[in-house]
Nanobody
C-alpha cells in the first residue's frame, strides 16, 4: 500500500514563508495529477494547488500568486512553497492524487500562521 508523508509545517508569523514536502513510498506521483489539500479548522478538506504529469499547475484563487507547487519525480516528492502567509492559511496540509484521492491519507502537516 502506497504511503505518503507530509512535512515542513510549523508556526510562522503572517507574511512569512514555509516549504512543505510530500514524499511517497513508491514512485507513483509521475503517474497522476497530485494536489495539496488544506483542512482549515472546522472546515472540510479542500484543494489548494495541483500539478499534473507535464508540470502544469493550477491554484485555488486565494493562494494564487503566493503558493507554488512543484514535483521531483525522481524523488517521488511534491513540494508546496508558501509565501506571504496569511492567518486563513492555517490548518493541516495533506497531499494526494486529484481529483480522486487514490492514496491512503497521511498524517498531514500542521501550518499555523499568527497575525
Amino acid at each position: 500500500q502506497v504511503q505518503v508523508a507530509e512535512s515542513g509545517g510549523g508556526l510562522v508569523q503572517a507574511g512569512g514563508s514555509l516549504r512543505l514536502s510530500c514524499a511517497a513510498s513508491e514512485s507513483i506521483f509521475n503517474l497522476y495529477t497530485v494536489a495539496w489539500y488544506l483542512q482549515a479548522p472546522g472546515k472540510q478538506r479542500e484543494m489548494v494547488a495541483i500539478i499534473n504529469g507535464g508540470g502544469g499547475t493550477n491554484y485555488e484563487e486565494s493562494v494564487r500568486g503566493r503558493f507554488t507547487i512543484s514535483r521531483d519525480n525522481a524523488k517521488s516528492t511534491v513540494y508546496l512553497q508558501m509565501n506571504s502567509l496569511k492567518s486563513e492559511d492555517t490548518g493541516v496540509y495533506y497531499c494526494n492524487t486529484w481529483p480522486a484521492p487514490k492514496i491512503h491519507w497521511g498524517q498531514g502537516t500542521q501550518v499555523t500562521v499568527s497575525s
